[in-house]
């Protein structure tokens, strides 16, 4: 049984530019997560998808965040015009229908904005 | 309001010992407090969780003690091992949107073998 799975697993980009993250969760869970984790800081909620409910956007940081998701798989993160203070580890995570609250990380994608 | 603060930052005990990590929290609308371990380069695993109808749950090694009036939960790690090493983080949920939840900063926990 596969995990989350998140690509790429590291970027590095240059300041101003826009990158996408994918995040594949585990198949047929019903609830995707994103956060983002500081360098040795806690995780920061930025975006919730739970089947056909409108998302719970709350956490994003800034206009320059968005989130979409196909159905019940993958979900791509994209920041745009990247900023030095984006750089951190951002994680996604998902849990299958009623069980919001057991939520299966992937590995993380290290994004480093020069 | 939506904070949850966690100590210490970092911890070192000895093979065998107890480690115990505090974590605090302010919204009372949380009803929902997992602990998670995270290991270099991997995501946060689930390791215990708790609901406030109980005091204390106990899964092998890990324990959650939790304090309803003082709004205080911590986590016990028994006959602690150097496999235990890694950063620990305590969590809070609200009943409606479990999904969405707050983390503690993280403690990093060291056994000395």
């Known amino acids: 049984g596969a995990g989350v799975s998140q690509s790429p697993s590291n970027k590095v980009t240059e300041k101003g530019k826009d990158v996408e993250l994918r995040c594949d969760p585990i198949?047929?869970?019903?609830?995707l997560y994103w956060y983002r984790q500081r360098l040795g800081q806690g995780l920061e909620f930025l975006i919730y998808f739970q089947g056909n409910s409108a998302p719970d956007k709350s956490g994003l940081p800034s206009d320059r965040f968005s989130a979409e998701r196909t159905g019940e798989s993958v979900s791509t993160l994209t920041i745009q015009r990247t900023q030095q203070e984006d750089s951190a580890v951002y994680l996604c995570a998902s849990s299958p229908a009623g069980y919001a609250d057991t939520q299966y990380f992937g590995p993380g994608t290290r994004l480093t904005v020069l | 309001q939506q904070q949850v603060k966690q100590s210490p930052q970092s911890l070192i005990v000895q093979k065998g010992g107890i480690s115990i990590i505090n974590c605090a929290y302010e919204n009372t609308a949380f009803d929902y407090f997992p602990w998670y371990q995270q290991f270099p380069g991997k995501g946060p695993a689930l390791l215990i969780a708790i609901r406030p109808d109980v005091s204390e749950k106990k899964e092998g090694r890990f324990t959650i003690s939790f304090n309803k009036s003082a709004k205080q939960f911590s986590l016990h790690i028994m006959d602690s091992q150097p496999g235990d090493s890694a950063t620990y983080f305590c969590a809070a949920g609200e009943g409606t949107s479990y999904g969405k939840l707050t983390f503690g900063q993280g403690t990093i926990l060291t056994v000395h073998p």
């Open positions: 198949s047929g869970h019903t609830a």
